[in-house]
C-alpha cells in the first residue's frame, strides 16, 4: 500500500511569489494534517482536515497561507505570498477516522521549501 | 503555552550500547505520548506511543516510560544498532484533539 505522498520534494522561490504544496495521502484516510518544521526547530501544528472540512486551523501563522481538500481526497496548501521565513519542510500526515484515542499519524516525506 | 521539549540535542552512543532519549512535556491534559524517529530525507515514522493512564510500554527492542509526577517521557533503546542513527521527537496529544504538539528533537548517532 502507497503512504503518504507530497509534491514536489523541494521547492526554490523568490520572496513575494507563490508556492502550492500537494499532498495525497493514504487511501481512505479521513484525517489529514499539515505541519512544518523551519529554521531546525521542532515540528509545529498547521491544520487537520476531517475529510473535506477543517476541524482545526489554530496553527495556520497567517492569512498568507490557504489550505483546501476539495473532494476530501487530496490537499493543497498554498502560500501567497511566500516570505523568507516560510522557508522549511512541510510535512503531511494522514490517518484513518476514530475514536477518541489516539490514530497513528502517517507522515509524508514532507516538501523542502526555500524563500529566497 | 504547552510545549513539550528534550534535554539533549544529541546523543551519541556504540554500537550495542542501550540508549536513553529523554523527553520533558508541560500539558498535564495530553492524554497520548508518543515517539516519532526520522531518518534524513524521510518523514518521522511512528515508533511507540503511550497512553497517560499507563507509565511503561514495551516494543520492539524500545521501552517508553512516563513519569506524570515528574512530566517526564523516555524511550529507551535496547542494543542500538547503526540503523538507528536519526532524529527522534517526542509528541504529545491532547484530550479532545488529534494534532501533535512536537518536541525539538534529539540526534542519535550510533558509532559500530
Known amino acids: 500500500e502507497a503512504g503518504v505522498t507530497q509534491f514536489p520534494s523541494h521547492s526554490v522561490i523568490e520572496k513575494g511569489q507563490t508556492v502550492t504544496l500537494r499532498c495525497d495521502p493514504i487511501s481512505g484516510h479521513d484525517n489529514l494534517y499539515w505541519y512544518r518544521r523551519v529554521m531546525g526547530k521542532e515540528i509545529k501544528f498547521l491544520l487537520h482536515?476531517?475529510?473535506?472540512?477543517?476541524?482545526?486551523e489554530s496553527g495556520m501563522p497567517n492569512n498568507r497561507f490557504l489550505a483546501e481538500r476539495t473532494g476530501g481526497t487530496y490537499s493543497t496548501l498554498k502560500v501567497q505570498p511566500a516570505e523568507l521565513e516560510d522557508s522549511g519542510v512541510y510535512f503531511c500526515a494522514s490517518s484513518p477516522l476514530g475514536g477518541s484515542g489516539y490514530n497513528e499519524q502517517f507522515f509524508g516525506p514532507g516538501t523542502r521549501l526555500t524563500v529566497l | 503555552g504547552e510545549s513539550v521539549g528534550l534535554h539533549l540535542p544529541t546523543l551519541s552512543v556504540q554500537e550495542g550500547d542501550n540508549s536513553i532519549i529523554n523527553c520533558a512535556y508541560s500539558n498535564s491534559a495530553s492524554d497520548y505520548f508518543i515517539w516519532y524517529k526520522q531518518e534524513s530525507g524521510k518523514g518521522p515514522q511512528f515508533i511507540i506511543d503511550?497512553?497517560?493512564?499507563?507509565d511503561k510500554r514495551q516494543g520492539q527492542r524500545v521501552t517508553v516510560l512516563l513519569n506524570k509526577t515528574v512530566k517526564h517521557l523516555s524511550l529507551q533503546i535496547a542494543a542500538t544498532q547503526p540503523g538507528d542513527s536519526a532524529v527522534y521527537f517526542c509528541a504529545e496529544k491532547g484530550t479532545g484533539f488529534q494534532k501533535l504538539v512536537f518536541g525539538t528533537g534529539t540526534r542519535l548517532l550510533v558509532s559500530p
Open positions: 503511550i497512553r497517560s493512564n499507563m
Open positions: 482536515f476531517v475529510k473535506e472540512s477543517k476541524q482545526d
